[in-house]
């Protein structure tokens, strides 16, 4: 496992979650993008929040601006996800992504390496 997610769980509506990402073998590169992707049962796979290599440039889905923060830990090789005022529509399992380049990506083509994903569910 190259890229493992963790952090997800139940929450209410309108709670917090935090989902954190780490890094091995050979997606362990301090200098790649990454990105968050979610997953709902029967639709496609969507994109909620991407970093650059550096950290100092991000970019969202407009569904979750203003709601989720991505942020990076290069020294520990470690990204995250910060859910506040969380949406029943926000339930999916969410995935985590490392690629090549500069970055931030929005398009999952330019991510090589892909973790098991960790399930968020939020009830009403």
């Known amino acids: 496992v190259q890229l493992q997610a963790s952090g997800g769980g139940l929450v209410q509506a309108g709670g917090s979650l935090r989902l954190s990402c780490a890094a091995s073998g050979r997606a362990n590169n301090r200098n790649f993008p990454k990105g968050w992707f979610r997953q709902a049962p029967g639709k496609d796979r969507n994109f909620v929040a991407a970093i650059n290599w550096n950290g100092r440039s991000t970019e969202y889905a407009d569904s979750v601006k203003g709601r989720f923060t991505i942020s990076r830990d290069n020294a520990k090789n470690t990204v995250t996800l910060q859910m506040n005022s969380l949406k029943p529509e926000d339930t999916a399992l969410y995935y985590c992504?490392?690629?090549?380049?500069?970055?931030?990506?929005?398009?999952?083509?330019?991510?090589?390496?892909w973790g098991q994903g960790t399930q968020v569910t939020v009830s009403s």
């Open positions: 992504a490392a690629g090549t380049g500069r970055g931030p990506f929005v398009d999952p083509s330019h991510y090589e390496y």
